[in-house]
Nanobody
Framework: QVQLVESGGGLVQTGGSLTLSCAAS????????MGWFRQAPGKDREFVSA????????NYADSVKGRFTMSRENAKNTVYLQINTLKPEDTVVYYC?????????????????WGQGTQVTVSS
């Protein structure tokens, strides 16, 4: 069992920046890949990004590439999602996830663990 706890969500104006954090704990945190999904009201959850355990390789959805940056601090079992140039469409719930690999998280297998989510609201 792995517990994922997101933090850092809140209200930000359009064009601003925000960094989300996700702290992982549990028996099998390593060597899991970790990442983020997001869900807009009335829509399905969609993949945002993932980062591997060993090489810190990163993958991003095309919709966020160039504005979103993931990082990982294994000593703290924490990953981060830096969001730049926030847009109104970024007003969604962001979920921290963990899984076997980046491709598993973003692909058919999907994540194995989910956090509770953190709300990001972008004001215009």
């Amino acid at each position: 069992q792995v517990q994922l706890v997101e933090s850092g969500g809140g209200l930000v104006q359009t064009g601003g920046s925000l960094t989300l954090s996700c702290a992982a704990s549990g028996r099998t945190v390593s060597p899991l890949a970790m990442g983020w999904f997001r869900q807009a009201p009335g829509k399905d959850r969609e993949f945002v990004s993932a980062i591997s355990w060993s090489t810190y390789s990163k993958n991003y959805a095309d919709s966020v590439k160039g504005r979103f940056t993931m990082s990982r601090e294994n000593a703290k079992n924490t990953v981060y999602l830096q969001i730049n140039t926030l847009k109104p469409e970024d007003t969604v719930v962001y979920y921290c996830v963990a899984g076997r690999t980046n491709s598993d998280i973003s692909g058919l297998r999907g994540p194995d663990y989910w956090g509770q989510g953190t709300q990001v609201t972008v004001s215009s």
